[in-house]
């Protein structure tokens, strides 16, 4: 675990209470890009994600959100190369989670995180992104490590 990963535990573990905010409204905000998997098969998959890669964006991420469509998700730009962790605290949906290293390869899939659980998540190599879809997406749609994600932060 680095640096950049034990202050994000840190941060939340000692403030989960705190209104994590980067605007006047106290609501955090994330932008919106596309992603798409491309399979082993040759099959492709597109999300319309929300983007986390500033701070309080990281810190938050779906926390508290009680639905997300299908074809969406969350892309964490972890802004280094990483044994990324996570945790479903405070996180109300179950997820997969999709660890992806620095080309956009998929190195491993966490397959339905229980929410409220404060196990620890981890990357099984360093990674420098990960990308939370509901939880049964990646196994329904046939997505394994190997397979590789295409967007902007993979080029």
């Known amino acids: 675990m680095n640096g950049h990963t034990v202050l994000l535990l840190l941060l939340i573990l000692f403030a989960p209470q705190a209104v994590l905010a980067d605007d006047a409204s106290g609501v955090v905000t994330f932008g919106r890009s596309d992603v798409t998997i491309a399979t082993s098969t040759g099959a492709r998959h597109h999300f319309v994600v929300e983007v986390a890669e500033a701070p ?3 810190e938050r991420g ?14 964490f730009l972890l ?3 990483e044994i990324a962790t996570f ?9 997969d989670l999709i660890f992806i290293a620095r080309d956009g390869r998929i190195t491993n899939i966490h397959r339905n995180a229980a929410p409220g659980s404060t196990a620890i998540i981890a990357s099984t ?7 939370e879809v509901n939880a049964g997406v990646a196994g329904r749609l046939g997505i394994h490590a190997g397979d590789r994600v295409l967007h902007h932060a993979f080029q």
Do not use: H, I, K
């Open 125 to 131: 190599a360093p990674v420098t992104a990960v990308l």
């Open 56 to 58: 309080e964006q990281l």
């Open 79 to 81: 802004g280094s190369e």
């Open 87 to 95: 945790w479903m605290r405070n996180t109300f949906l179950p997820l």
């Open 62 to 75: 779906l926390m508290f959100r009680d639905s997300m469509p299908e074809d969406a998700g969350m892309l």
